[in-house]
């Protein structure tokens, strides 16, 4: 799988017709992979599109979820762009979802997000990031058990925001679901980014092995 760099949506050409959840597919509005830098050393992950991106077909885009986690990002030096448009302009950060379609009525069972995950992994493979941001305790625990040593259900998103927690490769820093983040909330993610992220090398939390 080879990356194409000068776009941004869908950059490794996963496929965009896939069928492989008879639900998802028939209650989807299309197919929405990871978009954003595929040489980037930060990497968000989400549960699945939220609805505006669903229409956009990029994740993390569009009113409510998408432009608070555009606004927080944008402010980080990430996303060059206002947070309100369709496709942002962003650089070292890569968007994408446990799943990759979304069913308007329930969030994805546990077999759905099973069945997407090779999509993640090539991702995660492929750009091989220092900084992983689950967003949300589901992303959180799905992550905790590849990455790290921890049980999974050891694992509280109120209590990890805006930490860091060493992963086997890479570090994550978990933020809060959007819908459920204060303004406090979002200004501690911003400060522990700061402060104890981009503030020191990050690049010599791994090296550059494959995985």
Known sequence: MDANQDILRNPFGMDADCENCAELCA???QVVHGYGDVGGEFLVVGTRPSAAAATNGVPFTGAGTGERVQSIFADLGFVRSAPDVAEPDVQN???TNLTRCRHPEREPTAQEVDTCEPFLNAEIRMINPQIIVPVGERPLRELAVAYTTRRPDSFDINA???TTIRGRGFELVPMKAPA???????DAFRDHM?????SRDYRQTKGRQSR
Do not use: G, P, Q, Y
């Not at 459920?180 to 979002?186: H, I, L, Q």
């Not at 700061?194 to 981009?198: D, G």
């Open 27 to 29: 209650a989807r509005e």
């Open 93 to 95: 950060i890569f968007f």
């Open 160 to 162: 990890e925001h805006a």
């Open 180 to 186: 459920e983040m204060t303004d406090e909330d979002a």
């Open 194 to 198: 700061r402060e104890n992220v981009l």
